[in-house]
């Protein structure tokens, strides 16, 4: 039973760790998107005013490097929540088996105070019985 209990100490850590990643690795998901989406504004307002080709052409790459950046980072929020799904269900199954362990723990324990009840009952029929009989031959 402690060792159930452990499990689901252990698994519950895990799992409240790989949550605080994912959250993390989100959080750092929509600062990326909102630094781009930031920089299309500022692009948009440039654009009204005249560029030359070199600023065109660096613009474009820098946008474009961005927007792998976001995907990356995309990547890596989507397997950081997998990986939390994963710790997830681990943590249900150890709660679930501990749970199973438990009832079948409190089980044998009702099945054993019956079997002894009964066992002192017949013990005391078996006795008094005998006190019966010993005071029926007595007379």
Request: glycine share 4%; proline share 0%; aromatic share 10%.
């Amino acid at each position: 039973m402690t060792y159930r209990k452990q499990l689901e100490d252990v698994c519950q850590q895990d799992f409240a760790r790989s949550k605080r990643v994912w959250e993390e690795e989100r959080s750092v998901l929509e600062r990326y998107y909102e630094h781009w989406k930031h920089r299309m504004e500022q692009w948009r307002e440039r654009q009204k005013g005249l560029l030359s080709t070199c600023e065109l052409d660096l613009y474009h790459k820098y946008m474009l490097g961005k927007k792998v950046e976001i995907r990356q980072q995309a990547e890596k929020v989507k397997q950081c929540f997998e990986d939390m799904e994963q710790k997830r269900e681990r943590l249900l199954s150890a709660r679930k088996e501990k749970k199973i362990m438990e009832k079948l723990r409190e089980q044998h324990l009702a099945d054993f105070t019956a079997g002894k009840s009964g066992k002192e009952k017949k013990f005391l029929d078996a006795l008094a019985t005998q006190s019966f009989n010993f005071k029926g031959n007595a007379s």
